[in-house]
Every structure is written in structure tokens, then in C-alpha cells.
């Protein structure tokens, strides 16, 4: 699931310098792009990170510095605000692509050194320069040609994405082989893009890949998650993978429950997941009106179902809920700079300047702590610090709300990277739950 455009930070913060503010205290429009302003706070990301040679090894390292041997570890890269979504490479025919990280889909898709219409500058995946390179045929059983939206075009299986956020990219199915961490030579099939929207990814990244189960695979042709796919070749030890992720990237252990990404390990929470399409965790369905609380206001919903996605940039809840949690800020907390009036916190896409030295007392003390209670009792905490996401450009200082809500999720949570970057995560598919708890101090840790 990507839902990212409209809000991702990385892009749409950039603009601040596009904008012409009026006063001060002016807010940030999100939503103008200034291409050169991305392309520099970009480079200042990527140079802090480690350079990418050909041949280069992930330590199996716990935050601890102990060697694992029990789980496939891969170093994440990328932030909220710093572009506004997380990603790791993968070696595919041994040529290298940077991929965003998504537990919302379940299909890998790379630009085909052919493809015009993607993003200049990016990794592309180039058959020839592959000797396992092999493209999946009409006449191939993987090959659905039923589709309006994909199927079967001359002799090429066809595969086509599409998103809520309108983005999309189409191509074709081939398989290579591909190195993922210490997971070398997963036979994997994946999507060749050969064209797509100008918003599908970002600068630092090329593609996507999914980590949900094969009932979100088929686009039309249903084909193996490149998980899946190394899980059945015994390449991954166990059916199951760990997410940490904190401002700077973060932690993807394969095969594992990695407790060491965790502040307290003996504090994670197991809950029941359904994992048959997307990781489905419920609400407490308990009617007592506490399944929601801004400060000590409940608010009561018949929606129970919750998507944990890191494809999501920030928190997203149905309009209903939004509504409520608006009217009760707008009721109660309008002493808050920027948070009423025709500019408020809560319009789409609007960050508010702060003045550095207020931030302290508006996090800590004028705003309230919004809670969600999960069904088996565990409590996701957001403090202000956790819901305002702050962000300097230039010589002004911005905090943007970290919730949202989406036309068509109206019946669903989304958990996306707001609560990602609190809460590390254990899909433990084998045993059909989800282990949350507060992350680690950090968890960028894996040696590359």
C-alpha cells in the first residue's frame, strides 16, 4: 500500500523555499515542488549514508554487536521527513536497485533499463547484462490473460500497479536472481516497469517491494513474493521478519523475531494477525467508547480492522475519526499557535512555523496524548512528540501533523510511519502474530 504522495514529507516539505510567505508565522502549504530544493536536501541524505560497492556483505549484528545467525539481516535507509519513505537495495541479476520497503503489497517492481517514462538518474535492471535473466511468456501457467489491466501483450506477460494515491507503473513479468541481505540466489519473479507515473518513487529510490502474503501478488498474473519465494527455498529460516525504523532508516532481520531492536523485549505484545491479504490487526471491539482517546476524550467507532503499512507515510484513520479528533482540538487546544483558524493544523496538507524555543512547552505541555487501544489490550501511545512531525528548512522550523485521513479508507486504520517510528514490529506469520513494542533508541545498526 502506498499512500504517500499527498503527504510525504521528503517531497512536499522541500518546498517550503517555492513558497512566499507573507509573515512570519505564515503556515507551509504542502503540495508545491521545487525541484532543486529536493535535489539538495537529498544529497545531504545520501552522503551520510554508506557508499554502495559491487561486492559488499550485511553483518548478522544485533543492537548488542552479537553476530546473529538465526536471521537474514538488511540495513533500511531513508526517513520520514528526509524523503518521506523507507527502502533497501536488493541485488537483482547482480545489478543493484534501492526499493521501498512495504508491508501494504506484496509484488517487487524495478524500472527495465528500457522504460522512458521513469525517473532519470535511477538504478535500472538490464536482462542482457544478466546470464539468468528469463522473461515469463504468454504460454507460461504464471501468465493471466484475463485481465483488462494487464495480462497478455505479443509473447510479454503484462503486469500492471496501481495505487490509491493515482500513481501506477506497468511492464512485464520476468525472474532473475537476486541477493537479499545474506539471502543470495532467491530465484524470484518481478515486474519489469516500463513505464509509470512521474510520482511513483522517489529520488532515492526506484522501486517497491512488497512484503505481504501471495493474495495481494496478482497484478493480474499472480506471481511469488520475492519473501515467499525465499522462505520456499529455505533461504529464510523461519516465516516471519522484523521492521525497526527510526529518523535516519533503520532494521529489516529476515527469518527472525529480533527482540534486540525492542527498548524492553519483555515488554512486547503479541496480538492476533490475519495475514491472508494485508497484516490485519483489530481494534478492542469492547463497546465502552475507549478505543480511541485524545487526552481523556473518548471517541467511540464501528471501525475495527487496522493495517500495519510501511508503505504509509503517516497515521491514517477513517474521516469519521479524524472529524472527531478535529472538532476535539479545535474545542479544546486553540491556544495552540496555528492550531485554529482558516489555517488550521488539520486542513489538508498545512505545516505550521514554530519558533524553536516554544517547541519544547507545546509538546510537552499543551497538547494532549492520543491513544489507540488494540484488541488483547496493547496501547499505542502518541504523544505530541510522536503526532507533529518536525522538520527545519532553511532558517524556519515547521511541525506538521502526522494523521490523516484518505477517501476510500474510510472502514480501515492504516499504521503507517508515524507509528512505525515509535513501535518496532514482528510479523510473525508462522504463528499468525503481530509483536509490537517501543523501538530501541535506534536501530540504523546493520553493517553494510
Not at 98 to 105: A, K, R
Amino acid at each position: 500500500m502506498r499512500y504517500w504522495n499527498i503527504w510525504a514529507l521528503g517531497l512536499l516539505v522541500l518546498s517550503a523555499a517555492a513558497i512566499p510567505l507573507e509573515e512570519e508565522s505564515a503556515p507551509l502549504k504542502l503540495g508545491l515542488v521545487k525541484k532543486n530544493v529536493k535535489r539538495v536536501l537529498s544529497r545531504r541524505l545520501v552522503e551520510h549514508e554508506p557508499k554502495w560497492r559491487h561486492v559488499r556483505r550485511t553483518e548478522r549484528l544485533g543492537l548488542d554487536g552479537t553476530v546473529r545467525t538465526d536471521a537474514t539481516m538488511v540495513a533500511i535507509h531513508g526517513g520520514i521527513t528526509a524523503v518521506g519513505m523507507y527502502y533497501s537495495y536488493v541485488i537483482v541479476g547482480g545489478q543493484k536497485v534501492d526499493l521501498q520497503i512495504d508491508t501494504g503489497s506484496a509484488m517487487m517492481a524495478l524500472p527495465h533499463e528500457s522504460c522512458s517514462a521513469c525517473r532519470k538518474g535511477d538504478n535500472r535492471y538490464n536482462p542482457s547484462k544478466s546470464s539468468t535473466s528469463s522473461e515469463v511468456q504468454c504460454h507460461d501457467k504464471r501468465c493471466s490473460s484475463s485481465s483488462s489491466y494487464g495480462g497478455c501483450t505479443g509473447n510479454l506477460c503484462k503486469f500492471n500497479l496501481a495505487y490509491a494515491d493515482s500513481a501506477y507503473a506497468n511492464g512485464h513479468l520476468m525472474c532473475d536472481s537476486v541477493d537479499w541481505g545474506q539471502a543470495e540466489g532467491i530465484d524470484a519473479c518481478f515486474g519489469a516497469i516500463t513505464k509509470e507515473s512521474a510520482d511513483f518513487e522517489r529520488d532515492q529510490v526506484d522501486g517497491i517491494l512488497g512484503l505481504a502474503g501471495e493474495s495481494l501478488s496478482c497484478n493480474p498474473s499472480c506471481i511469488t513474493p520475492l519473501f515467499d519465494a525465499a522462505l520456499e527455498q529455505k533461504k529464510i529460516s523461519k516465516n516471519m521478519f522484523t521492521v525497526c525504523m527510526d529518523d535516519h532508516g533503520g532494521s529489516l532481520s529476515l527469518g527472525a523475531a529480533d527482540e534486540s531492536v525492542f527498548e524492553d523485549k519483555d515488554k512486547i505484545a503479541y496480538i492476533p494477525m490475519d495475514e491472508s491479504s494485508f497484516y490485519e490487526i483489530k481494534l478492542d471491539g469492547e463497546k465502552d467508547g475507549g478505543q480511541i482517546k485524545v487526552g481523556d476524550v473518548a471517541i467511540s467507532t464501528t471501525v475495527q480492522k487496522v493495517v500495519v503499512d510501511t508503505g504509509t507515510t503517516l497515521l491514517s484513520v477513517p474521516k469519521s475519526v479524524f472529524d472527531k479528533m478535529k472538532e476535539i482540538f479545535l474545542t479544546n487546544y486553540c491556544n495552540v499557535k496555528g492550531l485554529c483558524g482558516d489555517d488550521s493544523w488539520f486542513d489538508s496538507g498545512l505545516c505550521e512555523t514554530f519558533d524553536p524555543s516554544e517547541e519544547d512547552d507545546i509538546l510537552d505541555n499543551q497538547l494532549p496524548v492520543i491513544t489507540l487501544r488494540l484488541k488483547g489490550g496493547f496501547i499505542i501511545e502518541l504523544t505530541p512528540r510522536d503526532y507533529l512531525l518536525s522538520y527545519e528548512f532553511g532558517n524556519e522550523h515547521y511541525m506538521c501533523l502526522g494523521i490523516m485521513y484518505m477517501a476510500g479508507t474510510s472502514h480501515e486504520f492504516l499504521l503507517g510511519n508515524t507509528v512505525n517510528l515509535k513501535y518496532s514490529m514482528i510479523y510473525d506469520r508462522e504463528n499468525h502474530r503481530l509483536g509490537i513494542g517501543k523501538r530501541a533508541a535506534t536501530c540504523t545498526h546493520v553493517k553494510e
